[in-house]
């Protein structure tokens, strides 16, 4: 990319980021250890990340975990061998590159809101080619070329994806029951859902933009999935918008911890009681940045829609049902070219009084 930043990655004035925003009323910090075996004879602590989890989920939509379970050695190794492969000429990432019908692989000119990122990204999923049962007429044969696609280089690159990947989803799968409990449902009352899950991991890399203040590295977004357990490195640049006044925060960069997003599909089963919270990524022109979010998704086949426990005469359905399958596709599709409109929303199935 050269000196001159081109004007598809011009973001409008208003979307434009303020370089100056502080880390200042940042996101709430969730220390999971009551969930380690050696303190789970302490009713009441679980009790209390419960209670905490879910005032984070309400009031943010965003939070940050320390003392998860996820070994710090399988994180280092994942983090610079993603360095290593961006670090490849392009021809040879460009071997892997993602196309119109397998969304998976490298991509290095992907938009968000029809304005270009700033990023180059690697993506795959946790399951390879997630099942799509033969008798779901909904679900167009399309997705079925969706396959991990594997580069030669660096050396053993799938295998460390792939232990990364499940150590992971096993955090997300913990605080999936968390996010259950807090909303007084049983603690596995969501994990069907994910039992032909199609989550996928995201390997970024931004590098450094002589124009910090008119491009950004992802534009603002809502998740489209369930729920997002973000890995960022010391550099920083993840904004969120506070809930409670709206203003974008930065999340300060804590070392071996992972942030977690609520993402629309949480949003839908809780009838708005958890709300996803728009984000965004900052560049800048010094230093490139890595992130790693993994993104944990239902099946394919899942129709999404308020969760009965959580409905009644007074709280009626926000939501009309959904397939996750066929809207991840048709957010797919919106990401991997600039369109004349406006990629599918959930608000497309909120329900009018
Ligand atoms: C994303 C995202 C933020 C970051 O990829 O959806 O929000 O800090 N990334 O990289
Ligand atoms: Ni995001």
């Keep these: ?94 071997k892997v590159r993602r196309d119109e019908a397998n969304p998976l692989g490298y991509y290095d000119t992907e938009h968000t809101k029809n304005v270009r990122d700033w990023k180059e990204v690697f993506d795959f999923y946790v399951l390879d080619s997630p099942l799509i049962p033969a008798s779901d007429q909904t679900v167009d044969r399309r997705s079925k ?82 729920l997002t357990v973000l890995a960022q490195d010391d550099v920083g640049g993840l904004n969120v918008r506070r809930k409670a006044d709206g203003q974008w925060v930065r999340v300060k960069p804590i070392p071996n911890s992972y942030i977690i997003n609520v993402g629309d599909i949480i949003q839908v ?29 239902p099946a394919n086949y899942t129709m999404v829609k308020p969760l009965e426990e959580l409905t009644d005469e007074q709280n009626p359905p926000k939501y009309r049902e959904y397939n996750w399958g066929e809207f991840r596709k048709a957010r797919a599709h919106g990401n991997f070219k600039k369109m004349d409109v406006e990629n599918l929303q959930i608000y497309h199935f909120k329900i009018s009084k």
């Design 1 to 94: 990319m050269g000196q001159e930043v081109d004007l598809a990655f011009i973001q409008a004035p208003e979307h434009r980021p303020n370089l100056s925003i502080n880390e200042a009323g940042g996101i709430p910090l969730v220390d999971l250890s009551p969930l380690n075996s050696q303190n789970s004879d302490d009713p009441q602590a679980l009790v209390d990340l419960v209670a905490e989890i879910g005032a984070a989920c309400r009031d943010y939509g965003f939070f940050q975990v320390i003392n998860h379970s996820v070994p710090l050695e399988i994180r280092e190794k994942m983090e610079s061998t993603a360095k290593e492969f961006f670090a490849l000429p392009l021809d040879e990432k460009k």
């Design 145 to 226: 070329t969706a396959r991990n696609q594997w580069p030669e280089c660096p050396h053993k690159f799938r295998d460390i994806c792939n232990e990364y990947a499940m150590n992971v989803e096993k955090l997300a799968f913990e605080l999936l029951e968390l996010i259950s409990l807090s909303l007084n449902l049983p603690a596995k009352r969501l994990n069907g859902f994910f039992k032909d899950h199609t989550s996928r991991i995201r390997l970024n890399h931004y590098p450094p933009c002589p124009s910090p203040d008119l491009a950004l590295g992802v534009g603002h977004h809502k998740d489209g999935g369930a």
């Design 269 to 297: 089963w809780s009838n708005d009681e958890y709300e996803s919270v728009e984000h965004r990524a900052m560049v800048n022109s010094e230093r490139e940045r890595f992130s790693i979010p993994f993104f944990f998704n």
